[in-house]
């Protein structure tokens, strides 16, 4: 048994060089220098934000943050889509995540941009919450791995990272409005340690605060938050914006602590501000606080000295990552019989199906998504693998709603009196409201936009406006449609003068659609309003004739082929920023596919397009092979030929626990709230910590992943650190023991033995990605400190080791634990 000295209280101090303090001096005296020189109303000028830029201060060469959403490309135009961030955190692999971040920061320098909205850090929470796709997963402990990874990537290439969303956004159902009610040492240990690492350890530059308020107060005006923990705690140094439209205040923002509000100054404008001080609400020293933070960035930064380099966008290195990286993350998990991989030499014909097959899913929706340059779905992937020698036969199956093509401009007439024959009559309004008379009227041809951070072409408004189109449409053949429109931020389909499709409160663009039998050449009168309230916007007017019944078609397909691969999952219309998911199920019609192709075809595999878990007790028995390829960039269809035939072995490992059913998931009766309010009374209980602690058997457990190949664990040694107080060092050995290169990922969980207070039944505190050849042994070496051992104490207001004994368990998944070792903190 290992024993170790008492520790009892863990501090914060940290030990900065002596040339780093001067080279800080210096730079804190170049910003009071400029401070000095700003007159009130430049100062009060750099407070918000015009649209996704702040304003320059040109007579002092101070140029401006030019920034673009994330967090996985640049939405600035067409970009490199890179794989969603559950992915990456999927992967482990923290050196993969780092290099992703520097390919982003020199996309988001070719862009013209400074600053990335990025990484989202949010812990999944609730299965079904919109964003999921967007984090990195459960464990605050791997989410800080990742977040810091990501940082240091994008800040090395002189981009300014944005940490986000600060704190506890962790749904969006009413997430402009909710008040979040957890106790202090939940947010601790649960919703604040990757934000904390990202701070601390890669000096994150910017913090972006969230819409939910927070125990009370909204988060963009909490003192606690801004002020106690992030800035005097934490020592955070840069500066605090707001999430779009997150401001609530101009006083009281100010005094907690926010620094610059975004997109625009509804409230930290000169008139507010200067009214403030007049009436003594606000100090001029908070004012200098903000724009020295802000100063403080661009010095750090070292934009004042000289530009950033032009960076580079979708290079031959970058697309390589970009394959590689979405492999990485794809999770194998079922392979009964040995399915996967797939021999090419052995097979003759392959049935492609499913709703996602001819589809490069590169993303979900909202704020995140970005317009890929390219995109290879999964057909074209499995095509160029296997090349002529292979038939490859394709049928959808099954249709996603949301897959419409916009109306055209034939479909389309202007209401009478218009030159134009083609087309709806636009009305664009100078507010959300459709209210008086429009700024701009003219006729567009169809409704296929998605702008972006802007408006329409020709149109002088960025934020805050609205449009209304009227006319009729007219279907050219008879049949039943599914019609609807995706927006941002929202959008009403009106046909016949009744409300068809509510698309309303969506932020980002998702499709909502309506079946509706048309006839050939009958005109209906159409009307759609739209209206964006910050960030970015568009609008799309689509429909897609349905044609008689897909399953059988694909069916046929399955019952003649080798193997059957169905690709099954969401859209970005289904995850999305804006909207939780209504069900964990997948779709009814994706229900029936599977298990009709399941029986036509035993040899069948399904991979999955989400960014979270789905419900998989209905068909999962019926298919032999099940995986999970996430929401995975332009190269999807690249990467999910490579993890199917076998040029790579699965390694991904998931990053969240997947449960049997909703009711056994941690946030089951406490989600989404009522009357305001979500209580987080699951508590430190989240994610596995809730299935391991409460004994609730998952389908899929955290951390679980198989492979190609087999791995054995030996060797378990736990020691005190030689040299280094308050470190034990942990060390194994890996061996593969199979026929095929791979990869596997050891983690290590710390279980309390014994305690004062309640703690989860073990901790994720360590993980290693090993790469090994067959026959190839690795000894992992990974070192503990105190935080591994440690639960945050509210009396106390600090992170506590107690006396006792701890077990140092290591496995292959939370579920899957190969040994264990004692050891007593005495």
Known sequence: MIRLRPILVLTAALAVPALAQSRTAAL??????????????????????????????????????????????????????????????????????????GAIGRETK??????????????????QTGRNFESYGEDPFLASRMAVAYVRGVQREGVVATVKHYALNNQEIERDTIDVQADERTIREIYLPHFEAAVKEAGVEAVMCSYNKLNGPWACENPWLLTDVLKKEWGFRGLVMSDWGATHSTAKALDAGLDLEMPDGQFLNAEKVKKALAAGELKEAAIDEAVRRQLRVQAEMGWLDRPLDKGALDTAEHRALNRQAAAEGM?????????????????????????????????????????PIYGVAPLDGIKAKVGAGVKVEYAPGAAFEGDLRPVPASALTPPPGRREKQGLLGEYFDNEEWKGTPSLVRVDSELNWDWGPGGPEGWNRVDHFSIRWTGTLTAPETGLYHLGTSSDDGSWLYLDGRLLVDNGGQHGMGMKSKAVELKA???????????????????????????????????????????????????????????????????????????????????????????????TEEWLGDVPALVEAWFAGSETGNAVADVLFGDVSPAGRLPMTWPKRWEDAPAYGHYPGQAGQVAYAEGILVGYRHYDTRHVEPRFAFGYGQSYTTFEYDGLKVAAAPGRPRQVDVSFGV????????????????????????????????????????????????????????????????????????????????????????????
């Not at 590169?362 to 970005?370: E, K, L, N, Q, R």
């Open 28 to 101: 804190d005296a170049r910003v009071e220098g400029l401070l000095k020189q700003l007159r009130l109303d430049e100062k009060i000028a750099l407070l918000s934000g015009t649209g996704f830029d702040s304003r320059p201060v040109e007579r002092l060469k101070v140029g401006g943050l030019h920034m673009s959403d994330g967090p996985v490309g640049v939405r600035a135009g067409a970009a490199t889509a890179w794989p969603s961030s559950i992915s990456t955190a999927a992967s482990f692999d923290p050196g993969l995540v780092e290099r992703i971040g």
């Open 110 to 127: 070719a862009k013209g941009k400074n600053v990335i909205l990025g990484p989202c850090v949010n812990i999944h929470r609730a299965p």
């Open 331 to 371: 999770v194998l998990l079922k392979n009964e019989g040995a399915v996967l991989p797939l021999d090419k030499a052995k097979l003759r014909t392959i049935a492609v199906l499913g709703p996602n097959a001819a589809f490069a899913r590169t993303g979900g929706g909202g704020s995140a998504y970005v317009e």
């Open 521 to 615: 050449g009958e005109p209906h009168e159409i009307r759609v309003d739209m209206n964006e309230l910050a960030g970015g916007a568009g609008e799309i007017l689509g429909w897609q004739k349905i044609e008689g019944d897909p399953l059988d078609v694909a069916v046929a397909k399955a019952k003649a082929a080798d193997v059957a691969l169905v690709f099954l999952g969401h859209t970005n219309s289904i995850e999305t920023e804006g909207a939780d998911r209504e069900s964990l199920d997948l779709p009814r019609n994706q229900v029936e596919l599977v298990r009709a192709v399941a029986r036509a075809n035993p040899r069948t595999v399904v991979v999955l397009t989400t960014g979270a878990p789905v419900l």
């Open 735 to 826: 061996r593969n023991t199979g026929s095929r290169a791979g990869a596997e990922v050891a983690q290590v969980y710390v279980h309390a033995a014994a305690s004062s207070v309640p703690r989860p039944e073990q901790e994720l505190k360590a993980f290693r990605r090993v790469v090994l050849r067959p026959g190839e042994r690795a000894e992992v070496r990974l070192a503990l400190d105190e935080r591994a051992f440690a639960f945050f104490d509210p009396a106390r207001k600090a992170w506590t080791v107690e006396p006792g004994d701890f077990e140092i368990r290591v496995g292959s998944s939370s579920r899957l634990l190969r040994f264990s070792r004692r050891m007593r903190i005495d």
